[in-house]
């Protein structure tokens, strides 16, 4: 069932059974009306029977029975019964409509007022005493009238209750067609985006119901799907070329060896094609590591690790790597009562990022040199990388962490724009943040940026 069909029928559903409750309502508070009124007439045309027959001033009664067929008034079927203290029958007014039994006088003397019904018929007894007699009297009769009255009522409600809901289907149905329109027009947009057409967005009509709000969020997962998009074509073509040059120049390098007989030349050959091999293999092993952290954020496990431990044995292998590095560490923040710097987050991660930051500080710096420092905040812990190196200009400073992008400051150093854009992105899985300055004539400062716990 569409949505459509379902608000109309839960809106006729709703509406109907709140008709409904108030005809019955309306019905029993009618019939409730109509009961005490014909009572209330049994009542008056008994205590009438009694003063009449038995008051001071009386009539026969058989000139009674003679009034009571001639006058306009008397109920359908009416039937007046008198009993005296003795359970005597007194008068009776007409045919035998009702039996009464010792048990019905007794409850009446005790309750002094007795209703019930038998089918149609409504019969009241009630208990009258004067000066010197004391008199069960019972009234009896049907309220044809009345009853037909509260016949028509309930037939004009039930009519009315039956158009009404017509009505209110036909209007649901109209409304409910209103107010999915924006839906429908919704859904027809989402049918023409596809892959080559991520450019298109869906009409908000109106930002302030939920359907707009519904159209603002879906263009926004647009924007993020073709930003993504975008990326993955520029990652495609960019690892091309970057996979392209050292294949290119290992093919062109052993063409050469193969048209020369020199020993000394093939091994100097060999020697170039092994360096390029080493250059090609750094490339695939930051490609796989950037495309494993960008599509796979699930599958990383995080753990409580002690950030320092890591950062000595990444120094240490750092400098048996590049002998001519220089890393030095601001001690002042390290003593034997400070705790660890421990952090919630992959070991593996962390060290390829603090490897990233090390390496450049060093390739930038003009005396391969990187002072670092540690700040232990109360919810944060700081690591600070400082080279004296060529500053970053201030207008490509936002674009440094996008893949194969590199500073002009970075032409003459050897690499291909992927570490930064993989250390920004494990620094962001790790929530986390990297801040960089870079002005003269201080140099330039990356502030890794790590919650505690997160």
Request: hydrophobic residues 45%; proline residues 3%; glycine residues 4%.
């Amino acid at each position: 069932m569409t949505i459509r069909n379902r608000l109309t029928v839960l809106f006729t559903a709703v509406v109907s059974v709140l008709l409904l409750l108030f005809c019955v309502v309306i019905y029993f508070f009618a019939e409730y009306h109509r009961q005490e009124e014909f009572f209330k007439r049994l009542r008056e045309e008994a205590r009438t029977t009694v003063e009449l027959l038995f008051d001071k001033e009386t009539i026969s009664p058989e000139l009674l029975k003679l009034l009571d067929r001639n006058q306009m008034t008397v109920l359908h079927q009416e039937e007046i019964i008198v009993y005296d203290y003795q359970n005597k029958l007194r008068y009776e007014s007409g045919t035998d409509y009702i039996n009464i039994d010792k048990a019905i006088l007794d409850r009446v003397r005790v309750e002094k007022e007795v209703r019930w019904r038998e089918g149609q018929r409504e019969i009241v007894g009630i208990y009258v005493v004067d000066r010197q007699n004391r008199f069960v009297v019972f009234g009896s009769g049907i309220d044809k009238y009345g009853f037909r009255e509260v016949q028509n009522l309930a037939l004009v409600m039930a009519i009315g209750w039956f158009l009404a809901t017509m009505v209110v289907a036909v209007v649901g149905w109209i409304y409910a067609y209103r107010a999915l329109a924006p839906l429908k027009k919704l859904i027809a947009r989402v049918d023409d985006i596809t892959a080559t057409r991520l450019d298109l967005r869906v009409e908000v009509a109106n930002s302030q119901d939920e359907i707009g709000q519904l159209a603002e969020r879906f263009n926004q997962m647009l924007d993020r799907l073709e930003d993504a998009f975008r990326m993955q074509r520029a990652f495609v073509s960019n690892a091309s070329h970057e996979l392209r040059t050292p294949l290119t120049a290992i093919t062109g390098q052993i063409e050469v060896a193969l048209m020369d007989n020199d020993p000394q030349e093939w091994q100097d050959t060999l020697r170039s094609v092994l360096e390029d091999a080493r250059q090609l293999n750094r490339l695939s092993n930051g490609l796989l590591s950037l495309a494993k952290v960008s599509m796979d954020e699930s599958a990383v496990k995080f753990t409580s690790v002690a950030i320092d431990e890591i950062f000595w044995q990444v120094r240490s292998e750092i400098m048996k790597a590049h002998p001519k590095f220089s890393i030095k560490v601001d001690l002042e923040g390290f003593s034997n009562d400070t705790p660890r710097f421990e952090v919630m987050g992959n070991e593996p991660l962390l060290r390829v990022a603090l490897t990233n930051f090390m390496e450049n500080g060093c390739k930038f710096s003009p005396n391969h040199t990187v002072n670092i420092k540690f700040n232990n905040l109360p919810n944060t812990l700081e690591i600070q990388f400082h080279n004296t190196g060529p500053v970053i200009p201030a207008d490509e400073l936002p674009h440094i962490f996008k893949p194969f992008r590199r500073a002009t400051n970075a032409r003459q150093v050897a690499g291909h724009g992927i570490g930064l854009s993989l250390t920004e992105r494990i620094v962001r899985l790790h929530r986390g943040r990297v801040v960089v300055e870079s002005e003269e004539p201080k140099g330039t400062t990356f502030t890794l940026v790590l919650p505690h716990k997160f």
